[in-house]
């Protein structure tokens, strides 16, 4: 903070009204995922009293979150009301708003108009330029998003950050008389649009001076599955089993061509595609082929150190009744077809066909996971297992029938961390436009429109996605990639590329390069994974707790052992985003971080 005081606790409290407000929700589940401790009160939830100061005297937090600006005296009692304005004025805490009425109390004019923001690309300011260095400048604002239009009023006293139409201010900083600053932001947002995940990281940054126990990224990891594997095709007809006359080929496997123009594609793009392969499917081919061999697999062996590889099992067998032989070959085949032919991949990780051998809520009936598949994974040495973002899984010792976990949940098979994979629009049995939108169509999905549609729709989810700070790995499938000569309106590139283009268009014409995606392979992102759980294990039993002062971050640690902690706004750690962050080991006692003045931070 800006002057020597007591000690101020690297902590927020967020402040709802009921709890179930668009941006309460958004904010709890940015902190939470950011790994930055907090407090999230209701004022109309049960609750107990609020303390802005501790029995110590020290500042129990760094900055807080409102709904409404009436929260903070509808929470707190009288003491703790004057505690929060003398640290408001003394120390700079600052406050930020996130759906406001405008008016002169937050130095605005009285709204010119209020309702849905749909179609609105909100522009920085250079004063915005400088609190979200990472943005090139535009903001699309996402259909379902309501605002006001207001402007500043002439008393001076609002910075406009982020303008509307009319040069009207949809974000911005008022700082009162007494040189308080409060962000107010005149619209609202839900937790997924993508509006709202372009700002918060920098809001979370002004809030807290640039310092907060927390580490964000924006992570793109894509697996490509059944690679080496034949798909079945989608049939037009809407037969799915690809044999009506005059359909689609009945299946649908990768060429020797498709994987050079991939290769390519992703050296150029400069994005890693993870290759989920089966061994067998390169053998059969091979064995049933007039000439002897499989072209596909010497074209991928010719370019393997573009991609990653990831063991997908040797047949892409099920493992829902497997016995635990067969589990295991299964693995270990795949992974001495691997060696033979000289690919380098995680031997601990491993995709199973399908997800096969989890449990799997959504079959009917209900299925349990195969009580073979734990003893096998831990036989193997397999220490990351996928899974399937959008399916709920039971409790770990718990029935078919009680309350599952919620879906996208990383969860353990004995000692195994399940890393659930996100699935996408693009199927397993479409290689062309037309495959993919009858499909889509006959499958009852609602207002499928054109190509165009259906991939800017998914580009914009992958993008919200990259920008929640989502680790989790979206997965496709080989038939994805094979790029039809014959479909001219996809001018020879794959669904796949065509559809990552879109999205890596979008995000580049959003996030400057001060920003970049980060793709972690799987191994890495289950060791994030469990990362995170440690911390969030650490924070709930209060034994580390973070402090500041005007050029130190003090981190105690009373656990009795070494803690990994994610840290912002220090020396140490790494550049991104306009400032330094990193996961930062601190020794039982306390541990002195110097704060990165904010002169220095770098820029994009």
């Not at 920098?202 to 126990?213: D, E, F, M, P």
């Not at 064995?287 to 997908?312: K, M, Y």
């Amino acid at each position: 903070m800006t002057r020597t005081g007591p000690r101020i606790e690297m902590r927020l409290l967020l402040l709802g009204d009921t709890g179930l407000e668009p941006g309460f929700s958004a904010w709890e589940s940015s902190l939470r995922r950011a790994g930055v401790p907090f407090d999230a009160v209701a004022a109309r939830g049960e609750h107990g009293p609020v303390y802005v100061q501790s029995r110590a005297g020290n500042l129990r937090y760094h900055g807080l979150i409102l709904t409404d600006p009436g929260l903070c005296r509808a929470v707190l009692d009288s003491r703790q009301h004057a505690i929060l304005l003398a640290a408001e004025r003394e120390l700079g805490l600052r406050l930020l708003e996130t759906y406001a009425y405008p008016s002169p109390r937050c130095g605005l004019q009285t709204p010119a108009w209020a309702g849905d923001l749909a179609g609105v690309t909100a522009t920085l300011t250079d004063s915005g330029r400088n609190l979200f260095p990472y943005l090139r400048g535009s903001v699309p604002i996402t259909a379902g998003s309501w605002g006001y239009l207001s402007t500043p009023a002439l008393d001076g006293s609002f910075e406009a950050l982020l303008l509307g139409p009319d040069d009207s201010s949809l974000l911005g900083i008022h700082t009162d008389r007494h040189g308080c600053e409060r962000m107010i932001q005149t619209f609202d947002c839900n937790r997924d649009q993508l509006h709202g995940r372009l700002l918060r990281h920098g809001q979370l940054a002004w809030l807290t001076r640039g310092a907060y126990l927390g580490h964000q990224r924006n992570y793109l990891s894509v697996h490509i599955d059944d690679v080496l594997l034949p798909n079945r095709g989608w049939d037009r007809s809407g037969d799915p089993a690809g044999a009506s006359a005059g359909s689609e080929p009945a299946t649908l496997r990768m060429s020797s061509a498709d994987a050079a123009r991939t290769a390519r594609w992703s050296r150029r793009r400069k994005i890693r595609l993870d290759l989920v392969f089966n061994g067998a499917g390169s053998e059969e081919f091979a064995r049933v082929s007039d000439i002897g061999q499989d072209p596909l697999l010497e074209a991928l062996l010719a370019c393997r150190e573009t991609f990653g590889w990831i063991n997908h099992t040797y047949r892409h067998l099920n493992l829902d009744e497997a016995p635990r032989a067969a589990i295991e070959a299964e693995i270990e085949c795949n992974l001495a077809w691997a060696a033979r032919n000289g690919i380098e991949l995680e031997p601990d990780v491993l995709v199973t066909g399908e997800h096969t051998g989890l449990a799997n809520l959504t079959a009917s009936p209900p299925r349990r996971e195969n009580p073979h598949l734990a003893v096998a994974l831990r036989a193997k040495r397999i220490r990351f297992v996928g899974c399937d973002a959008s399916r709920p899984y039971p409790r770990a010792g718990a029935g078919l029938g009680s309350r599952p976990l919620m879906p996208g949940t990383p969860f353990m098979i004995g000692g195994v961390l399940a890393v659930p994979r996100h699935p996408t629009v693009l199927a397993y049995d479409a290689a062309t436009r037309d495959q993919l939108l009858d499909r889509l169509r006959v499958a009852g999905a609602t207002l499928v429109g054109s190509w165009p549609d259906v991939a800017t729709a998914e580009a914009t989810r992958i993008v919200a996605g990259v920008l929640g700070n989502d680790p989790l790995p979206h997965y496709f499938h080989q038939s994805n990639l094979i790029a039809r000569t014959d479909d001219r309106q996809a001018g020879g590139t794959s669904l796949l590329c065509s559809l990552l283009d879109q999205t890596l268009d979008l995000y580049e014409s959003l996030i400057s390069a001060s920003m970049p995606v980060v793709q972690p392979s799987m191994s890495e992102v289950g060791r994030h994974l469990l990362r995170v759980q440690r911390w969030r294990r650490v924070c709930a039993s209060g034994k580390v707790h973070g402090y500041l002062d005007n050029s130190t971050v003090s981190i105690i640690n009373m656990t009795g052992r070494r803690v990994e902690v994610p840290l912002t706004g220090v020396v140490a750690g790494e550049d991104y985003a306009g400032n330094r962050s990193g996961w930062l080991t601190v020794s039982p006692g306390t541990t002195l971080f110097e704060r990165l003045p904010p002169d220095v931070r770098p820029r994009s």
